[in-house]
């Protein structure tokens, strides 16, 4: 102790002197044995009951992947593929065709959307970068397949997914803007800032959606 | 020589030089944003977005600046101009004209192809404003239904730069698109009835800097970002046109021309643009083959090569007949120097001819008026040789054998029966030999046969060595003006095949991997007329071989 130097903010603390007691051991040994009967006398099962008794997933939980549909029962996915370039596994594969001309107001769709659960980390970053609120994972854990082929989720099967989940309490649609599903409703939203600060003399800041552009009343046109 | 100052830095221009403030700006490394100037089209300097702040040094060093912001792209820089390109009052004119220009822009980048290329993107992230103002519902338009076979216009996403506009009446002619209406009514149209078909159409897409004009071809077959580019040459015809291949996971996607004021300059053709198709034929190719009476004996590529060179060899020795090639145009220099070096090598009297050089019609220039008269000064050329190489390749049979001898001259010699090993390299996507002139080689023994799609002259084939397309391939090309430009390779070719310069590489018995570059240095020593091959600037846009002797050569 003497050979290492004296530093600042370091306090040296003394060990206790061990007593005629501790030296025993015996209330040690006491304490675990204590322990050891309240186990033996205790009959309630910490274990989970699974799969006679389902867990109570926490509400942010990632699980099996869904793809929307809009208010037309039409895939709601625009086929951008932002999920497919968002996600670090690699999982998605979408193939985009030109939304035919009953559709005004789409460009695109997704010919094809295989997703690879197997593949997937269910990171959630698909849901994150979707500008449309098409993908979103679910509730669902317990997925299984007989083969990997199975397992490739495609359009369908996704839309399939969705039609089950659409209803369940856990798993609503979270298309409102600002809200990103249950575990993160906030009884008061934080303002939706703009990119850069807005000057406060500014028209657009005194708006209670400063700096987004408010699309209402063109719905459709296009 | 006239000195400019760009935001204090002084850079001289040559005197005969006529820069606008842009370019100017441009050498001292100054991005100037602007949307409606192209290099190669009028000015008209429409959409503002190149304001700045320009003055004149008089000879008592003082700085006069003119009161207001000038557009760049239409105020010529001279000696003593002083351009100001980062003052707070050119940066809050930038600010203020992308704010105009995204008034009506629906922001639908996610389902927009240009996203990841767009002007409209780029420049809103380096000089707007970051938010918007605008409160009141956009003014969106319908888009076109139809305005070209190979276009398609969205036209709520236009700036109105009306590069297009005058792309069609200045370089193509054809003056199919024009501006109707006025104010924010104003958008793109054709006039009825006169769809922008014309063969330069496809390069619209490309001068569009947003997202409304878009190529049918790639519209929504990937998104940008996952392209990967590789400089290149169209080798579509023999005007050689500088392009980049953007593919991802070995396929190819698309051609965009490349600048390159020594080949083409800015533009394309669409028939080079959408004509690479055959590169994914599900016709190609796919196996190398020894073929004894008619039966495939071998499908390993060892041994068809070994038996090819074995019998090339077998008969060069015998001496009773002659071997041959036909070094076609679609070669690179390097492929044509290592082939016709080997025969040579093999037996000094061996026969070397040049392929077929496939002519289609007449040299097309532009800009053509209504009635198709072609109007000076010519801007672009489709050319009528429809092959990438015949100059380089007949530079490398004139080293060898003098003369260039012509493909029916060989056909004549071979239905006398004068060879008894052939070597054919094919390479051009349309047919290059008939049933009729196959039939001169019917009595050949040995038939070698290098090419991507099957032939006619497959029939009479004991050797085929199925090889690559331009992007599967690296070298040479010598256009008609004796421009020598590197094609790269860019994908890996189908299961089976190889590069032709990995074919003749291997058929050599050269060590070790391909080494395109050795090989054209060999050639750069070995032949006056290429000699120009060793110069660093092939790497970047292309050599002027000495035209004289590629003339000669003619």
Redesign the interface.
């Known amino acids: 102790m003497s050979q290492t130097p004296k530093k600042k903010n370091v306090r040296w603390v003394e060990e206790p002197e061990i007593g005629f007691w501790e030296s025993t051991f015996v209330p040690a040994i006491m304490q675990g044995l204590k322990t050891t009967l309240k186990h033996v006398v205790d009959r309630k099962p910490v274990t989970q009951q699974y799969p006679e008794v389902k867990p109570e997933l926490p509400l942010h939980y990632r699980g099996v992947h869904r793809l929307n549909r809009d208010e037309k029962d039409r895939v709601k996915c625009v086929a951008c593929m932002m999920c497919a370039t968002a996600c670090p596994a690699n999982c998605i594969t979408i193939e985009a065709q030109a939304a035919p001309p009953e559709w005004p107001d789409r460009d695109k769709f997704p010919k094809s959307f295989v997703l690879d659960e197997l593949r997937c980390i269910y990171c959630g970053m698909c849901e994150e970068a979707c500008p449309v609120d098409a993908i979103e994972l679910t509730h669902i854990y317990d997925l299984t397949g007989e083969s990997r082929a199975d397992l490739l989720y495609d359009r369908e099967k996704l839309l399939g997914v969705y039609d089950r989940t659409k209803n369940d309490p856990r798993d609503p649609v979270r298309t409102r803007r600002g809200i990103l599903g249950p575990a993160a409703e906030f009884q008061q939203l934080p303002a939706l800032g703009p990119a850069t600060v807005v000057p406060q003399s500014d028209r657009s800041a005194k708006s209670e959606t400063a700096g987004v552009i408010r699309t209402t009343g063109v719905e459709g046109q296009r | 020589m006239p000195t400019v100052t760009v935001n204090g830095k002084d850079v001289e221009i040559g005197a005969s030089e006529r820069l606008n403030c842009i370019q100017a700006a441009a050498k001292v490394g100054v991005e100037i944003p602007a949307y409606c100037w192209h290099p190669a089209l009028s000015v008209v300097a429409s959409c503002r977005m190149c304001l700045v702040e320009v003055g004149d040094k008089k000879p008592d060093g003082t700085v006069a600046m003119q009161p207001k912001l000038v557009p760049g792209c239409q105020t010529p820089a001279k000696d003593g101009t002083v351009i100001i390109s980062d003052s707070p009052k050119v940066k809050e004119a930038r600010k203020a004209t992308l704010e105009y220009l995204l008034l009506n822009h629906?922001?639908?980048c996610?389902?927009?192809d240009q996203a990841g290329e767009c002007y409209l993107q780029d420049y809103s992230f380096n000089y707007g404003?970051?938010?918007?103002?605008?409160?009141e519902?956009?003014n969106?338009k319908?888009d076109k239904t139809y305005i070209g076979d190979q276009i398609t216009l969205?036209t709520?996403r236009c700036i109105m730069c009306t590069r297009c506009v005058r792309f069609t009446r200045e370089v193509s002619g054809s003056s199919e698109l024009q501006v109707v209406s006025r104010g924010s009514h104003e958008e793109i149209d054709i006039f009825p009835g006169f769809p922008v078909n014309n063969p330069l159409a496809g390069n619209v897409v490309d001068l569009c800097p947003v997202g409304a004009l878009c190529s049918k071809d790639f519209?929504?077959?990937q998104?940008v970002?996952?392209l990967k580019s590789t400089n290149s040459v169209c080798t579509g015809c023999s005007t050689g046109c500088s392009v980049t291949v953007d593919q991802n996971d070995e396929r190819v996607y698309r051609l965009k021309p490349r600048t390159n004021e020594k080949a083409q300059g800015h533009f394309m053709c669409d028939e080079g643009r959408f004509g690479w198709k055959y590169t994914h034929s599900d016709q190609r190719l796919s196996s190398p083959e020894i073929r004894t009476n008619g039966q495939v004996t071998s499908r390993d590529w060892d041994q068809v090569l070994s038996s090819a060179r074995a019998a090339l060899r077998k008969t060069a020795l015998a001496g009773k007949t002659k071997i041959a090639a036909v070094l076609s145009p679609w070669m690179t220099v390097e492929e044509a120097w290592i082939l016709a070096s080997f025969l040579k090598s093999l037996s000094p009297n061996a026969v070397l001819a040049m392929g077929p050089v496939r002519i289609a019609g007449k040299d097309e220039h532009f800009p053509k008026d209504v009635k198709g008269n072609v109007v000076e000064p010519v801007k672009f050329t489709i050319r009528a040789e429809k092959c990438p190489n015949r100059a380089g390749v007949q530079a490398v049979l004139s080293h060898f054998t003098g003369d260039v001898m012509p493909f029916e001259e060989l056909l004549r010699l071979s239905s006398n029966g004068q060879f008894g090993a052939v070597y054919l390299a094919g390479g051009d996507p349309e047919s290059w030999i008939s049933e009729i002139q196959a039939e001169a080689f019917s009595k050949v023994e040995t038939v070698i046969v290098q090419d991507f799609l099957a032939s006619p002259v497959l029939k009479h084939a004991t050797h085929v060595l199925p090889s690559g397309t331009f992007v599967e391939r690296e070298g040479v090309v010598v256009n008609h003006k004796g421009l020598a430009q590197l094609i790269r390779r860019s994908v890996r070719g189908p299961d089976g095949t190889r590069p032709d310069s990995r074919i003749l590489w291997e058929l050599t018995e050269r060590s070790g991997l391909v080494q395109v570059d050795v090989v054209r240095s060999e050639i750069a020593s070995g032949i006056p007329a290429l000699a120009g091959l060793s110069d660093p600037a092939l790497k970047a846009d292309g050599v002027l071989l000495n035209v004289a002797q590629a003339a000669a050569a003619h």
Do not use: A, E, H, V
């Open positions: 629906p922001l639908d996610p389902t927009c404003r970051g938010y918007s103002r605008l409160n519902p956009k969106i319908p969205f709520d519209l929504y077959q998104r970002w996952w």
